[in-house]
């Protein structure tokens, strides 16, 4: 089976949003591990340096809303970007459908192997997040939408 340079290209630009959008998930869990980890460590120092760690937490905490916030606006734009190139009919359901799988395999890949590597809390909160995202409505809306329209163009053009 030859795959041509076009059907590479799409892929390799899959592979890469999926990537970006795994290290949005990561950010966010590497700031909730180290917010932890100051709020551990502030339990055996002085009132003044818990204030203070305390406020560093918080920071952490923001940071890590922020990095959620962006993992779940990337993940709907990747859904975006990938529907609207079904429409124009660059690729076919075929590959609309194995480029979102492979989108989802990296999700779960590496979400788990960073679990595995710096989970020292034991936490179970790793995939929090991409439950939070399967359980959005919007986010089956945007992935089923543009198999319809793409199914009803293709029902009207035969």
Do not use: D
Request: with cysteine.
């Amino acid at each position: 089976m030859m795959i041509n340079k076009k059907t590479k290209m799409y892929f390799g630009g899959v592979t890469a949003l999926s990537i970006l959008v795994l290290s949005f998930h990561m950010l966010a869990l590497k700031f909730i591990y180290n917010y932890l980890g100051l709020m551990l460590e502030a339990n055996g120092v002085t009132v003044e340096k818990r204030k203070e760690m305390a406020v560093q937490a918080e920071n952490l905490k923001k940071y890590s809303q922020y990095c959620t916030n962006a993992f779940l606006l990337a993940s709907f734009f990747f859904l975006i970007f990938i529907g609207i190139i079904l429409l124009t009919r660059k690729i076919n359901l075929k590959m609309y459908l194995s480029s979102y799988f492979l989108f989802e395999v990296i999700q779960i890949i590496g979400i788990s192997l960073f679990i595995q590597i710096f989970n020292k809390y034991e936490l179970t909160e790793g995939f929090g997040r991409w439950r939070i995202l399967h359980r959005n409505v919007l986010f089956w809306i945007i992935l089923i939408i543009p198999i319809i329209i793409y199914l009803l163009n293709r029902k009207q053009k035969t």
